[in-house]
T-cell receptor, first 114, second 113 residues
Framework: NAGVTQTPKFQVLKTGQSMTLQCAQD?????MYWYRQDPGMGLRLIYY???????DKGEVPNGYNVSRLNKREFSLRLESAAPSQTSVYFC?????????????FGPGTRLTVL | GNSVTQMEGPVTLSEEAFLTINCTYT??????LFWYVQYPGEGLQLLLK?????DKGSNKGFEATYRKETTSFHLEKGSVQVSDSAVYFC????????????FGKGTKLTVNP
């Protein structure tokens, strides 16, 4: 049971480049989330997917798109990277939903945009 | 919507010292409350939670009591260890029935031997 896995672990992009961050969970969870973590800001929700086939914006969705490919996988795409998107990105999942349910986090992707 | 305010760090303690990290919340109703911990280089993991008022969550020697009178959920541990060095986050749902969580800004704890 790998839990929540994320790829890549590290990435350096130039301004304007695009990339997709991959996330997968093997716990048969319904809900999945993408967060970014910045110094002094805590975690901020970018997008989430309450169930397969649905996605919704979180607190800071601008500049990002997501795809809930199937129940296991939830990807985050940066179409045109900007230095302000330099951050650590975490994917998480939960069985039913975060309001009473535990969220399980991946190890994170450290992204630098030059 | 609901929100949490967490004491700012960093907090530096000696081994075996008593720890308190303050968390207060603003909420409609009585949402579940959570403490998550992030060890260096890792993602967050649930430390403990309380799903209703007056509940006490506990795990690994840490405790937090859901106090509706003071709208608080302070994290405490009687005797910290070097291995407790981490960043601690208080969290709650932004509104009733939400699938999401709103996190505090985190408090970094360093425990020295």
């Amino acid at each position: 049971n790998a839990g929540v896995t994320q790829t890549p672990k590290f990435q350096v992009l130039k301004t304007g480049q695009s990339m997709t961050l991959q996330c997968a969970q093997d716990m048969n969870h319904n809900s999945m989330y993408w967060y970014r973590q910045d110094p002094g800001m805590g975690l901020r929700l970018i997008y989430y997917s309450a169930s397969e086939g649905t996605t919704d914006k979180g607190e800071v969705p601008n500049g990002y798109n997501v795809s809930r490919l199937n129940k296991r996988e939830f990807s985050l795409r940066l179409e045109s990277a900007a230095p302000s998107q330099t951050s650590v990105y975490f994917c998480a999942s939960s069985r039913l939903g975060g309001f009473t349910d535990t969220q399980y986090f991946g190890p994170g992707t450290r992204l630098t945009v030059l | 919507g609901n929100s949490v305010t967490q004491m700012e760090g960093p907090v530096t303690l000696s081994e075996e010292a008593f720890l308190t990290i303050n968390c207060t919340y603003t909420a409609t109703g009585y949402p579940s409350l959570f403490w998550y911990v992030q060890y260096p280089g890792e993602g967050l993991q649930l430390l403990l939670k309380a799903t209703k008022a007056d509940d006490k969550g506990s795990n690994k020697g840490f405790e937090a009591t859901y106090r509706k009178e003071t709208t608080s959920f302070h994290l405490e541990k009687g005797s910290v260890q070097v291995s407790d060095s981490a960043v601690y986050f208080c969290a709650l749902p932004p509104q009733g029935g939400s699938e999401k969580l709103v996190f505090g800004k985190g408090t970094k704890l360093t425990v020295n031997p």
